[in-house]
């Protein structure tokens, strides 16, 4: 009935701080480019904001029980730093609930809440901002670290770099088309930095999570394929050869990230320290073509590619969900294979997120959510990484996004990608039909 996993892999669920905390004010914390962000008009749907979110800083206990009452081995969250700023109290509460509960904490250290101040110093185009990461890491580490093992360093750089720096369409944006490259270049650092952080400050598993997707040419022409190739290494390999590699997939990139020479190799042997293991986030693969004069590509993507790139977006035939992402499980198989043969010495792989958004309606007269999109759909990826798994592929852990309703940033509210629902006007919580799936599939692992 199940799809069935090795002994000790690891199941787990995932958030992020700034999509479910809220208390904007709370503990001194001070704005993120996040705050300023959804401060202008017009910048998320309906003009909404995550001053209150899901109100998770209040009501941490009650969701880390429903994480724990799941049956999970993990959940991953993330520190929001403008918190941090003023300590790390909120945390202590929150990793001694999740180990109270029976699950391991597996803590980001960065997801896209960029202190407003460091983004006023330049943001990610400031090297020095590599270094200011590299601090916090410290405070970090030496406050929890007597509770956490498992560390990821940075969340989805080709992202935070596309959609916050390339584009307009999230937090900060700047809209520096190529001339983003920098911001790229400079989180990778802060990875490379926060590794030596962590381990000199005894951290016993440490890695990072990377979006990964097949790209596919939308034909055979060759203009098509360069195209292909060419996004493929903008958003998949500028932020994994270097980590696994020890350099860049291309001579464009590298001059783009305006380093060279003697730097560029200290930097890069900071960059490729080695990892306990490899985080890979996975929604839907793309599909790419060389620009057709007059052609209209707008809306193919959840956010539209500038003109006079040399690379545009085509659809995807596939179902698609409630955001219009494309359901095509056998890419996540695909993108694990592809890392495996490109990466000789990949390091056990763990997808810390697939999941999917599915406008769920409250509860019904029975008092349940019924999502049954969304459990064939996380049945069907769950079944593509045991195909990966079987082709030899090590895959040690799958966590779903997410565990609960959230502010899916430039989307607001409309997007529920959880498996708990949230009431938007009472927050009260209820545990959808795919909740009690995931419980049971964790449960039949148990038993086998």
Known sequence: MYPQFPPGFRFGMSTSAYQIEGAADADGKKPSIWDTFTARPGTVRHGEHARVAIDHYHRYAEDVRH??????????????????QSGTGFYDRLVDTILAAGVRPVPTIYHWDLPQELEDAGGWMNRDTAQRLAD????????????????ITLNEMSVHTLYGYALTDHAPGRGLGLGALPAAHHQLLAHGLAVQVLRAGGARSVGVANQHFPVLPAGDDPDDVAAAGLFADLTNWTFADPILRGEYPNELVVAGIGVDGAQLARDLEVIRAPLDFYGVNYYEPTMIEAPRAGKDYAGVLEVDIPDGLPFSPVPVKAERTDFGWAIVPSGLTGILTTLRDRYPHLPPVVITENGASFHDAGPGPDGRVHDPRRIA?????????????????????????SAIDNFEWAAGYDERFGLVHVDRETLARTRKDSWYWYRDLIAAQTRS
């Open 136 to 151: 916090y890491t410290a405070m970090l580490v030496e406050r929890l670290g007597d509770r956490v093992r498992d560390w």
């Open 67 to 84: 994480i724990a009452e799941a049956g999970v081995h993990d959940y991953r969250f993330s520190f929001s730093w403008p918190r941090v």
């Open 377 to 401: 759909f996380l049945d069907a990826h769950l079944r593509a990484v045991a195909d990966a798994i079987e082709a030899g592929v090590r895959v040690d852990g799958y966590y779903v996004w």
